[in-house]
């Protein structure tokens, strides 16, 4: 796979973009991520976003090694990695706190790089001044998406028009591009509902720690020196009992906690299943492509690696339509595998807390390397 150096731009080794229009839907972790890497394609690259100025809210972002090596292979190592927190264990625990296994990072990624947390606020920051020479059009969104034979026509919202050799819809799990040019399809319900809470960080360790409880979960780390994340989720059958009705499922002092919280965002956890990733040529990639529940917290893991093997595959391939087709067949498997992974873990939590902790005191340890080792080798 061709590699950024230095300024995050990949290095392509086949066709230019030289004369071709681009545009990016979403400037969200995603969106930056491709853009960032796709600079030295050549292409007249134009962005949309939909919200009316960069995010600077948000919560807590846990990043697995994978995560870390995209961000090395983007140049963006050093901005995001060397001001974030190190975790160094991965801890799970009963409701009231009693450890079912625990996992050294390092063991779990051997040597591949750190994992750490950071505010998710910092990381699309660096990713947004990793994207400062190219234009953004706040609060501008598409209406409409016609792929037409080697183009694609777009109309905005602000009564603009544009034709582009490719679209990339990286806008998220309620991917506007995906319902324009595939129509109603893809997003589902997980069947959960999360709350995501900011925190003091006091004495919290530089640990990823969560409690299961019955069909629920609660998990902490520390995002800086001063805050600490806070993540639960409930059956969403159950979610009208509220945060409080949740974290009173837990030992103390999970209540304590968030009672001294802030909320930072509550809503249900939606997944994205697609056939195809492709129509014409536009493009889906990041969660408008594949959205899973964050148990694995691959998200922005599988952006980046989406970002740099498209830009690999445009770099290379003779047509636009031949990459999108080299693209979607390099990252389905592991995309699938991740999404496969997921949901077993998904059900394993969900089952009778007698059942599951004896499962997870015996085998979680192996369990939970199992569901990452196939992450280890590059995309």
Same mark, same amino acid.
């Given at each position: 796979?061709?590699?950024?150096?230095?300024?995050?731009?990949?290095?392509?080794?086949?066709?230019?973009?030289?004369?071709?229009?681009?545009?990016?839907?979403?400037?969200?972790?995603?969106?930056?991520?491709?853009?960032?890497?796709?600079?030295?394609?050549?292409?007249?690259?134009?962005?949309?976003?939909?919200?009316?100025?960069?995010?600077?809210?948000?919560?807590?972002?846990?990043?697995?090694?994978?995560?870390?090596?995209?961000?090395?292979?983007?140049?963006?190592?050093?901005?995001?990695?060397?001001?974030?927190?190190?975790?160094?264990?991965?801890?799970?625990?009963?409701?009231?706190?009693?450890?079912?296994?625990?996992?050294?990072?390092?063991?779990?990624?051997?040597?591949?790089?750190?994992?750490?947390?950071?505010?998710?606020?910092?990381?699309?920051?660096?990713?947004?001044?990793?994207?400062?020479?190219?234009?953004?059009?706040?609060?501008?969104?598409?209406?409409?998406?016609?792929?037409?034979?080697?183009?694609?026509?777009?109309?905005?919202?602000?009564?603009?028009?544009?034709?582009?050799?490719?679209?990339?819809?990286?806008?998220?799990?309620?991917?506007?591009?995906?319902?324009?040019?595939?129509?109603?399809?893809?997003?589902?319900?997980?069947?959960?509902?999360?709350? %995501?809470?900011?925190?003091? &960080? $006091?004495?919290?360790?530089? #640990?990823?720690? !969560?409690? +299961?409880?019955?069909?629920?979960?609660? /998990?902490?780390?520390?995002?800086?020196?001063?805050?600490?994340?806070?993540?639960?989720?409930?059956?969403?059958?159950?979610?009208?009992?509220?945060?409080?009705?949740?974290?009173?499922?837990?030992?103390?002092?999970?209540?304590?906690?968030?009672?001294?919280?802030?909320?930072?965002?509550?809503?249900?956890?939606?997944?994205?299943?697609?056939?195809?990733?492709?129509?014409?040529?536009?493009?889906?990639?990041?969660?408008?492509?594949?959205?899973?529940?964050?148990?694995?917290?691959?998200?922005?893991?599988?952006?980046?690696?989406?970002?740099?093997?498209?830009?690999?595959?445009?770099?290379?391939?003779?047509?636009?339509?031949?990459?999108?087709?080299?693209?979607?067949?390099?990252?389905?498997?592991?995309?699938?595998?991740?999404?496969?992974?997921?949901? %077993?873990?998904?059900?394993? &939590? $969900?089952?009778?807390?007698? #059942?599951?902790? !004896?499962? +997870?005191?015996?085998?979680?340890?192996? /369990?939970?390397?199992?569901?990452?080792?196939?992450?280890?080798?590059?995309?």
């Amino acid at each position: 796979m061709s590699r950024p150096r230095g300024g995050g731009s990949a290095e392509p080794s086949g066709q230019s973009g030289g004369g071709r229009k681009l545009l990016v839907v979403g400037a969200g972790v995603a969106g930056l991520a491709v853009v960032r890497v796709l600079r030295a394609w050549g292409a007249e690259i134009e962005v949309v976003e939909r919200t009316a100025t960069p995010d600077v809210g948000g919560a807590g972002i846990f990043l697995p090694a994978n995560a870390a090596r995209g961000l090395r292979a983007l140049g963006l190592e050093d901005a995001v990695v060397g001001s974030a927190v190190r975790i160094e264990r991965q801890r799970v625990a009963d409701h009231s706190g009693r450890v079912l296994y625990e996992v050294g990072t390092g063991d779990l990624w051997q040597g591949i790089a750190p994992t750490v947390a950071t505010h998710r606020a910092a990381l699309h920051g660096a990713l947004l001044d990793g994207a400062e020479d190219v234009k953004i059009r706040w609060s501008t969104s598409p209406e409409s998406v016609v792929p037409d034979g080697p183009g694609v026509d777009v109309t905005f919202d602000d009564g603009s028009t544009g034709r582009y050799d490719l679209v990339i819809g990286a806008d998220g799990a309620h991917s506007t591009v995906r319902r324009l040019a595939f129509g109603d399809v893809g997003l589902r319900a997980s069947g959960l509902h999360a709350w %995501r809470l900011l925190a003091p &960080r $006091g004495d919290l360790e530089p #640990v990823w720690s !969560v409690r +299961l409880g019955r069909g629920a979960s609660f /998990l902490t780390f520390p995002i800086s020196p001063d805050l600490a994340y806070y993540y639960c989720d409930v059956s969403a059958d159950d979610a009208d009992a509220g945060l409080a009705g949740l974290v009173a499922r837990f030992a103390a002092p999970v209540s304590e906690l968030a009672a001294a919280a802030t909320v930072a965002h509550s809503g249900p956890i939606e997944e994205v299943s697609l056939d195809s990733w492709s129509c014409g040529n536009v493009l889906l990639m990041g969660d408008a492509a594949h959205a899973t529940t964050p148990n694995m917290a691959q998200g922005a893991a599988m952006a980046f690696e989406d970002a740099l093997v498209l830009a690999d595959t445009l770099g290379s391939a003779a047509s636009i339509p031949a990459a999108l087709r080299q693209y979607e067949q390099r990252r389905r498997p592991r995309i699938e595998r991740v999404q496969q992974q997921t949901r %077993r873990r998904d059900r394993t &939590r $969900g089952m009778h807390p007698a #059942v599951r902790d !004896v499962l +997870l005191r015996t085998v979680g340890k192996r /369990l939970f390397h199992a569901n990452y080792r196939g992450l280890h080798a590059e995309p």
